[in-house]
């Protein structure tokens, strides 16, 4: 497999008090809630503003480090961190997972950043950053699929590697399965790739909310791409006699997904949808129980 790359780079507004606590088995957690907007210009020439909001944690002593700085909601932050992907045993049974940023380093931005008042009572920056970068192989033959208006979209499942030496030196493995969705014409130039190809993923983080059979909101955290880069086989690994994996070299801006029919964002502009309807009390509490176990 790839040799993993997980980047996450947010700049945007703490949507609210961020909160320190403790695991049953006594680690720290901080989680925060970083808030921004993208602003992208369609094809008609009106600019959209998409909200996100994303929950970011970091744990052990940085996270009581963090928390003696005493930020607030409103204040703006650059996060640099990691997507994390987790799964446990729901109560109701079955299995749930999610995807959520797991912080190397916040620092607070020296000024006092433009806000917008949220529907559930929270803040987000009216700008922001919001860019992932990831390395990883393609988990499944992904097939290309047109909406009712034309446009074009892949899926993408992505297993990224990660690797640590732990604290008696022992080498640690772990892979994080992030799904990645690719639009237009982007979507088109990719169709060739197939399982197990490694892949270059540039993108940024959407948040996605529906309602179960059951009636149940759920929510999920994908990656919308704005470039994709087929790598060779072997990537990595420093094999110099790898084979290509698919399309070498195919890459392209994706135009986002129209938020009404005849939308069509620029192709020069950052992308992406997903997050538009969100609110910052939607889909934010679907969170992994607090166990000694839970993988972070």
């Given at each position: ?36 907007e993208?602003?992208?210009v ?62 190397l380093?916040?620092e ?38 047109y ?23 022992q ?76 399309p ?49």
């Open positions: 497999m790839a040799r993993g790359m997980n980047h996450v780079y947010l700049i945007g507004a703490l949507a609210r008090d961020p909160e320190l606590r403790y695991t049953p088995n006594g680690t720290a957690v901080f989680e925060a809630t970083v808030a921004g993208d602003h992208i369609g094809n008609d020439g009106r600019e959209r503003k998409l909200p996100w909001y994303h929950r970011v944690s970091i744990l052990g002593k940085p996270a009581e480090w963090q928390a003696e700085r005493n930020l607030k909601g409103g204040d703006a932050v650059m996060v640099e961190g990691s997507l994390e992907y987790s799964q446990w045993e729901a109560p109701e049974g079955g299995k749930r997972s999610m995807v959520r940023v797991k912080s380093r916040m607070q931005l020296g000024y006092a950043p433009e806000l917008v008042q949220d529907a559930g009572g929270g803040v987000r920056m009216g700008s922001g950053m919001n860019e992932v970068i990831l390395i990883g192989n393609v988990t499944r033959d992904p097939e290309l699929r909406t009712p208006a034309g446009d074009a979209v892949l899926g993408l499942g992505l297993a990224v590697n990660e690797t640590w030496n732990d604290r008696q030196g080498k640690q493995e772990k892979t994080h399965w992030i799904d990645v969705t690719l639009w237009r014409e982007l979507a088109e130039s990719m169709k060739e790739l197939r399982k197990g190809d490694p892949v270059l993923v540039q993108g940024r983080l959407v948040n996605e909310a529906w309602t179960d059979r059951d009636g149940n909101k759920r929510n999920s955290t994908k990656v919308e791409a704005t470039r994709v880069e087929a790598l060779s086989r072997g990537a990595g690994t420093g094999n110099p006699a790898a084979t290509p994996a698919g070498r070299t195919q890459t392209a801006s994706s135009a986002a997904r129209p938020q009404q029919s005849g939308y069509a964002p620029s192709r020069a502009a950052n992308t992406g949808t997903r997050s538009g309807g969100l609110d910052i009390d939607q889909g934010l509490d679907d969170f992994p129980p607090e166990e000694e176990d839970l993988p972070f």
